[in-house]
């Protein structure tokens, strides 16, 4: 029989017989050997693991920028620094939204700015968010972060805002642009008449689901090189509602009124209705038309503003008179006309007077004479002659109750009934004076033209702020066709002057 030599086993032998032992103690001593090798193994991987991680740690604990796999809205910003990676994920936003947002609708199309949106995305805040991805305060956890980064991306989305509202508004407005848009049944007032229109079927765009898809594709940078198709549904117009239009429309006019305790002036307001019944209006809108025109009247109050006495005007702030020859007729008619027509007006905190507006055409109809007047420096036979007159009293009734001109131009010629500067002419169509009540409480012209004298007063109501107005003119220069003059107004309080401004710079030429 044999047998292999072992370090364990003992072979003795005698003549007849071989006898084996198993020497245990052999066996005891060579399994020590091996554990202590692969405990040193253990040891050494161990240490090399702790020393890889320590230098890991330490390399990532001074490493300033961002760590690798961080992306920011699709960008690779792995080992930049904050300032890098800002400039390059702003870039990659900018450059990927276009200069307009082009939108769709068949073969209509239109654009919005998005400057006009305030696009924002919060590049700065990612980043500080990227920038801190695997620089916690626990080192292990900041490695397992690293290396799952590695392997896995990790994205950050910056905040996105958009101005939903200035959004809508545009689409608003781009919806009642389709050429094929929707046309609400209108109506529209015409002088004396009201024209109603029949609306047709048409399209509408779908406001928030089509401002949602613009954000969403914003958001997404999903713009350039495409465009986006309008969300949109077809609308049938309302019917036209007859009443609604009534209730809109019609108005009861306003008397006028006043208070004395505090003074107060509630100035009278004109009415408007249909000048048909109804139910006449109902049955205009059967016929088979796609326009209808109802006539309007408007409704007079029973006091109006200007008939309010001057008891409602309890100061005189004004007053100014020019003569004229009462011998001539015809010219005085036209003072009488022209003065009766301002009489009585009455003018509200803010509201502009206009000579024309308030006298009206010179005409025939109205009543109007021939008088002399400037026609291309001569004097002839017009229409509504001596006129100005009228307007130069008043202007100067104006100029000392200290309201404030608007429009006003001198004569051809200095007029016989005032100085140079201190006149004001007007021709129907071509030339006006307007003053504008510059007050806190109405005024109310009075004047009267009788017995050569042509007056002007202005009430009002004074305040302890008012002041000593004077007027004052002269003339800077004459040569042999022409005449210079100026005008001034002085202010005064207790005498003394508080300030003095040039009225008027004219030229007048010489008879």
Do not use: W
């Amino acid at each position: 029989m044999e047998v292999k030599e072992r370090p364990d086993i003992v072979v003795t032998q005698d003549k007849e017989t071989a006898i084996i032992t198993y020497d245990y103690e052999a066996k005891n001593k060579s399994l020590p050997d091996i554990f202590i090798i692969l405990g040193y193994f253990a040891i050494i991987f161990i240490l090399i693991v702790l020393i890889s991680f320590c230098i890991f740690s330490f390399i990532n604990a001074t490493n300033k920028n961002i760590i690798n796999g961080i992306y920011i809205k699709g960008v690779d910003v792995s080992g930049l620094s904050k300032e890098e990676a800002y400039k390059k994920v702003s870039k990659h936003i900018n450059s990927s939204i276009p200069k307009e947002i082009k939108l769709t609708h068949n073969d209509y199309e239109i654009s919005i700015s998005p400057s006009e949106l305030s696009i924002n995305f919060n590049v700065e805040e990612a980043v500080e968010i990227a920038s801190k991805i695997g620089k916690d305060s626990n080192f292990l956890k900041n490695n397992i972060t690293i290396l799952q980064a590695l392997f896995s991306k990790i994205n950050i989305e910056p905040s996105f805002k958009i101005d939903k509202e200035t959004l809508k508004n545009k689409l608003q407005d781009i919806s009642s642009k389709l050429p094929d848009k929707i046309i609400e049944s209108s109506y529209y007032i015409d002088g004396d008449n009201i024209i109603i229109t029949k609306g047709s079927t048409g399209s509408i765009v779908k406001i928030e689901e089509t401002a949602n898809q613009i954000e969403e594709n914003t958001h997404n940078l999903n713009l350039k090189n495409t465009s986006i198709e309008l969300i949109t549904e077809e609308q049938t117009p309302n019917e036209i509602n007859i009443d609604s239009i009534y209730n809109e429309i019609h108005k009861e006019p306003v008397d006028a009124y006043y208070t004395q305790n505090p003074f107060s002036i509630y100035p009278s307001e004109t009415g408007l209705d249909f000048a048909i019944t109804l139910d006449e209006a109902k049955n205009l809108l059967k016929e088979n038309n796609n326009e209808f025109t109802i006539p309007l009247k408007t409704l007079q109050p029973n006091i109006t503003t200007n008939m309010i006495g001057t008891e409602a005007f309890p100061d005189l702030l004004s007053e100014f008179s020019t003569q004229y020859a009462a011998s001539n007729r015809n010219r005085t008619t036209n003072l009488i006309l022209a003065a009766n027509k301002i009489n009585g007006t009455v003018l509200m905190p803010g509201e502009t007077f206009s000579y024309n507006k308030v006298v009206g055409e010179r005409t025939i109809a109205a009543g109007y004479k021939e008088a002399p007047i400037y026609v291309s420096g001569r004097v002839e036979d017009g229409l509504g002659g001596g006129i100005c007159q009228i307007t130069t009293t008043l202007y100067n009734a104006v100029l000392y109750a200290n309201l404030e001109i608007v429009e006003r131009s001198n004569h051809q010629f200095v007029p016989s009934y005032a100085n140079a500067s201190r006149d004001a002419t007007v021709v129907y169509g071509a030339i006006d004076f307007k003053f504008k009540n510059n007050r806190n409480y109405p005024i109310k012209i009075t004047c009267f033209v009788e017995n050569g004298i042509a007056n002007f007063k202005i009430f009002g109501l004074k305040t302890e702020n008012d002041y000593e107005v004077e007027i004052t003119s002269r003339i800077t220069g004459t040569t042999a066709n022409a005449i210079y003059s100026e005008a001034y107004k002085t202010l005064k309080q207790n005498g003394n002057i508080i300030s003095s401004e040039r009225l008027s710079r004219d030229t007048y030429k010489r008879h």
